[in-house]
């Protein structure tokens, strides 16, 4: 094999070798809901923050609305959640809601969500 065939195969194996179709991402989805304190009065004056549990899906905080309402889009799937916020507003928000933690589940149907609500317990 002459050198200029040598380099032209290579190129053909190393330009074959390196494509690839990744797995096109899913469209994140709208979702608005309500997030409750567990007495059913509205958490208000924080951000809830969602959390990914896989790689296609990224952080999003949403600040809540003095009914507790929020809205934004969301990859779907399962999320974990936490909030944040100034001392006052927070003081209200059970402490173990404070940090991000894997029991703090939030489920995105692939169709979105106009009603989710996020109960937190004592």
């Given amino acids: 094999m002459t050198p200029r065939v ?3 195969a290579l190129a053909t194996a190393l ?16 979702v608005s809901g309500v997030a409750l ?5 509205p958490v208000k004056d924080v951000t809830l923050n969602f959390y990914p549990t896989s790689s296609s ?3 999003v905080p949403v ?3 003095a009914d507790g309402k929020f809205a934004t889009k969301l990859i779907p799937g399962t999320y974990t959640f936490a909030f944040e916020g100034k001392d006052g507003p ?10 991000n933690n894997a ?3 939030f ?6 969500s106009t009603n989710a609500t996020v109960q937190l317990q004592n």
């Fill in 107 to 112: 489920e995105v149907p692939s169709g979105g």
């Fill in 57 to 59: 899906q990224v952080q």
């Fill in 90 to 99: 927070m003081r209200v928000v059970p402490t173990k809601y404070h940090l």
């Fill in 37 to 41: 304190l567990p007495s059913g009065q």
């Fill in 63 to 65: 600040q809540l609305k």
């Fill in 103 to 105: 029991d703090h589940k």
């Fill in 15 to 30: 330009v074959a070798g390196c494509s690839s179709n990744p797995s096109p991402r899913t469209d994140p989805v709208d």
């Fill in 6 to 8: 040598l380099a032209a």
